[in-house]
């Protein structure tokens, strides 16, 4: 069993940055990949971002590219993400998931995810 827990989320202004951490436990990660994905009321889930903890390799959804940072610390099971020049449209419930090792588009897919924290609460105000 994999256990990921989120924080880090709150309320900021548009402009401002936040930085989120998603701390796993249980199994190790050394051919995982981790991804964070948002879902905003009304609305899919969707992929933001995800790293795989072996290679280091990073994928962004076009949508947040240039604006968000994927991170990790391996010796901590740690995963961060930055997002910068935060907009309204960020305004979500983010979560962290744990899957199998991917690759390019295979990691936007939310079912490779096999684990997933509660998530944690991103408000943008305008």
């Known amino acids: 069993q994999v256990q990921l827990v989120e924080s880090g989320g709150g309320l900021v202004q548009a402009g401002g940055s936040l930085s989120l951490s998603c701390a796993a436990s249980g199994r190790t990660f050394s051919s995982r990949a981790m991804g964070w994905f948002r879902q905003a009321p009304g609305k899919e889930r969707e992929f933001v971002a995800a790293?795989?903890?072996?290679?280091?390799?990073?994928y962004y959804a076009d949508s947040v590219k240039g604006r968000v940072t994927i991170s990790s610390d391996n010796a901590k099971n740690t995963v961060y993400l930055r997002i910068n020049s935060l907009k309204p449209e960020d305004t979500a419930v983010y979560y962290c998931?744990?899957?199998?090792?991917?690759?390019?588009?295979?990691?936007?897919?939310?079912?490779?995810?096999?684990?997933w924290g509660q998530g944690t609460q991103v408000t943008v105000s305008s």
């Open positions: 790293i795989t903890w072996r290679g280091g390799s990073t």
């Open positions: 998931a744990a899957g199998d090792s991917c690759s390019g588009y295979g990691c936007y897919i939310t079912s490779r995810y096999d684990y």
